[in-house]
């Protein structure tokens, strides 16, 4: 994010995550401003996102998954220099999926413009999943009001991903595009594989 020209960075925590502040203080390591955000609704990414909406309400964003590890230092760049090229509401950071069954895949036709993103599903020809994003106010000001049409009950038993609210942004005329930003699948370790095989990568890597 930093090598995007980020320089404020919102995390949004759990109650009882204090871990995730005393290790990582203030940004002033990284040479950014760290704030930290609680969430308020447990019915999914939508939901913690708008706790920075009054934050971030006027600002570009760019949006990252804390459990998403890749190996890309230009990916926020990419994605920043996308969207302002191409005049559109939100750029989604494709990575090749080495597992598409599970995964959500990016439908987008050849001038990369996204038509829907299809959540886990049976085989099919679709190979890139996103793994981070960049979108500028229209979208954060979408997605506030687009919560206020939900009924939380509805989301005790399902949650709400942020892949819906892009889905349905794309129904109602914003202008969603996509590139790829990685040659590499993502390592996703908020799996027990997926962490395994983070270990071993990045392992071996720093043993080098």
């Known amino acids: 994010m930093k090598h995007a020209g980020v320089s404020k960075v919102y995390i949004i925590l759990r109650k009882g995550k204090w871990d995730i502040p005393s290790y990582l203080g203030d940004g002033s ?7 930290y955000l609680m969430m308020r609704l447990p019915f999914g990414v ?4 708008d706790q920075a909406y009054p934050f971030v309400k006027d600002k570009t ?19 920043v220099k996308k969207m302002q090229s191409r005049n559109c509401d939100i750029v989604l950071g494709l990575f090749f999926s080495d597992q598409p069954e599970k995964a959500d895949l990016v439908a987008f036709d050849k001038k990369r413009r996204v038509s829907k993103i299809v959540k886990k599903t049976k085989p099919t020809r679709l190979r890139y999943t996103w793994g981070v994003a960049a979108w500028t ?13 939900f009924d939380t009950s509805a989301f005790i038993e399902k949650e709400l991903f942020i892949s819906d609210i892009v ?3 794309i129904e109602d005329g914003l202008q969603v595009e996509a590139v790829q930003v990685s040659g590499k ?3 996703d370790i908020g799996t027990p594989e997926g962490l395994a095989g983070a270990r071993g990568r990045f392992m071996s890597f720093s043993n080098r």
């Not at 939508?46 to 996102?49: E, I, M, S, W």
Request: glycine residues 4%.
């Open 137 to 149: 106010p229209v979208f954060t000001n979408y997605l506030h009001e687009k919560l206020k049409d």
């Open 46 to 49: 939508p939901y913690t996102l």
């Open 61 to 79: 964003v760019v949006f990252g998954f804390p459990d998403i590890l890749f190996e890309c230092n230009k990916a926020f760049p990419i994605l």
């Open 185 to 187: 699948p993502f390592i």
């Open 29 to 35: 390591q990284f040479g950014m401003h760290f704030a």
């Open 167 to 169: 889905n349905f942004a």
